[in-house]
């Protein structure tokens, strides 16, 4: 398909980081974009993540992962540095990245154990990182406690805060003279396998975790999305509870990954998270949960434990089994998807936004995209 002509018109469901990416890019490349966010923009998973970009930890040694995850997520990581840069000069704000690398440390036979996975799986693949003891951890973040024993800094893995993204990607939408911001659902109708969005030559449907439950009336009868495109049917939602606390002279200076425990300063508070909860919808965090993973972060930078919490949340991400997105046309003509991009929403939201304007606009895919497309879509790990 190629939608280069002027009057081409597309429609984005759901304001994400995902659905917000595509529309400017969109809308960089010529076409007019109508944007249907039901809620406030970018307050899903999007305000709810910790702004973690980390191909390595997060996909470099997952045994149960899309084979190409990690390809994918390094070209998203990337494009980061001059994709943050334009959305500064193009918008006046901060996008909130800081290419600081992250490190990755244990304090129990567990977390060692995942560490020398993860070292190997970094070697295998020929990515640069280092071997910290605890006296180079120390001298590298001083917030460190003495039971921190090993480490690895990965110069892969950056960070963003993902709140600034978001304020720039909206201010950017806003002002956009090919964005056209609707504060509503879209009536998705799909007639033999057709979509049928007046108006629009193209729809691309990106509602995080709600994706498969779009309504949708489908030859005639009232039905979910997930219906007429079954790939859909294994994305899922993973709640996930997260706390920030202050920070001050003591305050970790690095983004620390230990186990399933992360700590990411950012500019004005420190983020520590998260749980991973298949199958369940939260929307507001648990005492208990929140308490829990105070005192795990204190085990790592002890300062943390007596640190004052200024918010705790909840959100959901969007995850299918092998963690991999589903991100292009769907069975279904004339509808695209871009969806399940579970722990890496933020870090794959510029490489989401290319390879949509690709395929939809220019139409033209690449290998790796196509390994990412709805309709051959690798549910399982293999
Ligand atoms: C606790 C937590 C920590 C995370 N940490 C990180 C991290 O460190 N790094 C990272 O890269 N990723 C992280 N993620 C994952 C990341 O946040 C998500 O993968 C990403 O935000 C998904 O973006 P999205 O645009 O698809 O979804 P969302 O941000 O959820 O946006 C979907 C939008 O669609 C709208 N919508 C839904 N239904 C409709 C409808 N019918 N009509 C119109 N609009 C609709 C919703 O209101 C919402 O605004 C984290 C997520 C969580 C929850």
Redesign the pocket.
């Known amino acids: 398909m190629n939608l280069a002509a002027p009057s081409f018109r597309i429609a984005i ?7 917000l990416s595509c529309a400017l890019e969109f809308a960089r490349r010529g076409v007019s974009v109508t944007l ?19 191909p390595a930890f997060e996909a470099a040694g997952e045994v149960d992962a899309h084979p190409r995850l990690f390809e994918l997520c390094t070209a998203s990581a990337k494009l980061w540095p001059s994709w943050a840069k334009r959305l500064e000069v193009d918008s006046g704000l901060s996008a909130g990245y800081d290419g600081t690398p992250a490190i990755a440390v244990s304090t129990s036979r567990t977390d060692l154990n995942q560490l020398q996975t993860l070292a190997r799986a970094l070697q295998e693949r020929r990515v640069d990182f280092q071997r910290l003891d605890a006296s180079e951890l120390r001298q590298i973040d001083n917030s460190l406690s003495d039971r921190v024993s090993h480490g690895l800094r990965l110069p892969t893995d950056a ?1 963003v805060d ?1 709140r600034a993204t978001i304020a720039a990607l909206v201010r950017l939408c806003e002002q956009s003279a090919l964005i056209e911001i609707e504060n ?3 009536n998705l109708s799909i007639q033999e396998g057709v979509l049928s969005s007046s108006g629009f030559d193209a729809t691309l449907v ?6 498969p439950h ?2 949708t009336v489908i030859n005639g009868a009232p039905s979910l999305l997930e219906t007429a495109e079954t790939s859909l049917a294994c994305v899922e939602a ?5 706390l920030a606390v202050g920070r001050d002279a003591d305050s970790p200076t690095h983004t620390i990954r230990a186990g399933d425990l992360y700590i ?1 300063p950012k500019a004005d508070r420190i983020i520590i ?2 749980t991973v909860e298949p199958g369940r919808v939260l929307s507001e965090p648990e005492a208990l949960v929140i308490e829990n993973l105070q005192q795990r972060a204190s085990d790592i930078c002890p300062s943390l434990g007596h640190a004052k919490v200024r918010e705790a949340w ?5 995850g299918t089994p092998s963690h991999a997105p589903m991100i292009g046309a769907t069975s279904v003509a004339g509808l695209f998807a ?2 399940g ?8 939201a510029p490489i989401t936004a290319k390879i949509l304007a690709d395929t939809i606009i220019e139409g033209r895919t690449s290998k790796l995209a196509a390994a990412f497309a709805p309709a051959g879509f690798i549910p399982e790990a293999v």
């Open positions: 469901v759901g304001g994400g980081v995902i659905g249907f966010e039901k809620n406030e923009l970018g307050r899903g998973a999007s305000w709810a993540a910790a702004g973690m970009l980390a960070q993902n509503r659902e879209l990106c509602a995080g975790w709600q994706t779009l309504q993973y709640g996930g509870q997260m990411v998270g998260a909840a959100g959901v991400r969007p871009a969806t991009h579970y722990r890496n929403g933020i870090l794959l």
